[in-house]
């Protein structure tokens, strides 16, 4: 892929951390409401192929997704031959429909927070939780999962489906600080609407990084960042999205 923007790819026994994990290479004139960081295709669970995908995002204005399918930790994840396969389709879709498309994975955050990856050239990890937790449990595998592994967004942070008793305001204030420590971005994720208000409201005066999301499992969703864009208006005006720091 030419437009290769990070190399994050690190072992997962690794614990160290490179605090310019995200490189900019090179500049472009971009609105950021052009981005979908967060779409599915048939190499998981999601019914597009990566094709129809860049299609549908050069038709609805998008200049940059990432397509992030599950990883190892999912039935129908990538492994590392089905990651090559479609790095390659990815390369073909970019110059087919002059879009940049990430090479991106969504990975669950385990026990002991390990997130099980494939040995491959990932240029953006996503991390979040899918099973249901309670609260102190999923902050415990977040801090745990920060402190192990090199990732680059937060995904869906309290999705409903994923959050057994709510959440704790004290403990998110926690989760952002370290987040913002880490120059890890906290995912505005439209299908979960996720986080909720709460969370976003500690948010005001952070200079958090942030990434807009569709969660698209459908062609017809890619691009479906609406809440994305408008909590960001609202509650991250001091944030800083993840691409301006990319390009
Ligand atoms: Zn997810
Ligand atoms: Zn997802």
Redesign the pocket.
């Known amino acids: 892929m030419t437009l290769l923007l990070v190399r994050a790819w690190m072992s997962m026994a690794s614990i160290e951390r490179n605090s310019s994990m995200i490189t900019k290479i090179y500049q472009l004139n971009l609105r950021y409401s052009h981005v979908d960081l967060h779409i599915h295709s048939i190499y998981s669970d999601g019914k597009g192929k990566i094709d129809e995908i860049a299609r549908k995002a050069k038709e609805r204005g998008l200049k940059v997704i990432a397509i992030v399918d599950h990883s190892l930790d999912h039935p129908l994840g990538l492994n590392e031959r089905k990651a090559i396969k479609r790095r390659i389709e990815m390369e073909n879709a970019e110059s087919k429909h002059g879009i940049r498309i990430f090479d991106g994975v969504?990975c669950a955050i385990l026990e002991n927070g390990e997130l099980l990856l494939p040995r491959h050239d990932f240029d953006l990890i996503i991390a979040?939780i899918?099973s249901a937790l309670t609260p102190t449990e999923s902050y415990r595998r977040i801090k745990r999962c920060v402190e192990k592994h090199e990732f680059h967004i937060l995904?869906?942070l309290h999705?409903e489906m994923f959050s057994l008793d709510g959440f704790d305001v004290e403990k998110d204030a926690e989760i952002l600080d370290i987040l913002e420590e880490n120059d890890i971005a906290l995912e505005l994720n439209s299908y979960h609407r996720s986080p909720p208000y709460e969370t976003l409201k500690l948010c005001e005066n952070k200079r958090l990084l942030y990434s807009f999301a569709s969660?698209a499992h459908e062609v017809g969703r890619v691009g479906d960042i609406d809440f994305s864009k408008k909590v960001a208006k609202i509650y991250l005006r001091k944030g800083r999205n993840l691409l301006d720091e990319i390009y």
């Open positions: 969504e979040s899918h995904g869906h999705a969660d």
